[in-house]
T-cell receptor, first 114, second 114 residues
Framework: AQSVSQHNHHVILSEAASLELGCNYS??????LFWYVQYPGQHLQLLLK??????LVKGIKGFEAEFIKSKFSFNLRKPSVQWSDTAEYFC????????????FGGGTRVLVKP | DGGITQSPKYLFRKEGQNVTLSCEQN?????MYWYRQDPGQGLRLIYY???????QKGDIAEGYSVSREKKESFPLTVTSAQKNPTAFYLC?????????????FGQGTRLTVV
């Protein structure tokens, strides 16, 4: 079945460490890619998105993601995390092949220790 | 302020009862969605609507029903046929269901069956 996969369910790291969260999808053709973040007790909000153009996209709060079409990947990165980055992160894909529905990965819970 | 309002925030239901979750948006968006969030499974699409008086089943529609009589409203009914209804429910909207669009989310309703 076509899907969106996030490789890590839980990540624990210390402040100032670098973060990379993996996301792979299996849809062919035109796709739009998103990373959403859900901070504790808050609603889901958009971190960054890729529609076209430069495959390296920058989002809010120092996050960036790289679209690698040949690998069907859209990994999220942050060079130096802060305690306030503790949250759950979701990769999502909007694919014409899937009827343009927004499909989410399973999420990655990130805990940043002070 | 423009946004998506879900109510109530917490909902308790006895087994065998139907319950309706409210979702209202004032963003003038055509498309609306209902997702269910369970730990480790990400967000799974229940139903979505591209336009008033039209809606389609998502990936896990069994035991749920929706209506879209007004552009700004997309209520979700969790019926007694839903075998495992305890979950966090998220409503979202987007300008349209074309590929080039992002979704905005409400704060969610946590449903507990007692």
């Amino acid at each position: 079945a076509q899907s969106v996969s996030q490789h890590n369910h839980h990540v624990i790291l210390s402040e100032a460490a670098s973060l990379e969260l993996g996301c792979n999808y299996s849809y062919g053709g035109t796709v739009n890619l998103f990373w959403y973040v859900q901070y504790p007790g808050q609603h889901l909000q958009l971190l960054l998105k890729y529609f076209s153009g430069d495959p390296l996209v920058k989002g809010i709060k120092g996050f960036e993601a790289e679209f690698i079409k040949s690998k069907f990947s859209f990994n999220l990165r942050k060079p130096s995390v802060q305690w306030s980055d503790t949250a759950e992160y979701f990769c999502a894909v909007n694919a014409r092949a899937a009827g343009n529905k927004l499909t989410f990965g399973g999420g990655t819970r990130v805990l940043v220790k002070p | 302020d423009g946004g998506i309002t879900q109510s109530p925030k917490y909902l308790f239901r006895k087994e065998g009862q139907n319950v309706t979750l409210s979702c209202e948006q004032n963003l003038n968006h055509d498309a609306m969605y209902w997702y269910r969030q369970d730990p480790g499974q990400g967000l799974r699409l229940i139903y979505y609507s591209q336009i008033v008086n039209d809606f389609q089943k998502g990936d896990i529609a069994e035991g749920y029903s929706v209506s879209r009589e007004k552009k700004e409203s997309f209520p979700l009914t969790v019926t007694s046929a839903q075998k495992n209804p305890t979950a966090f429910y998220l409503c979202a909207s987007s300008i349209g269901i074309s590929v080039y669009t992002e979704a905005f989310f409400g704060q969610g309703t946590r449903l507990t069956v007692v």
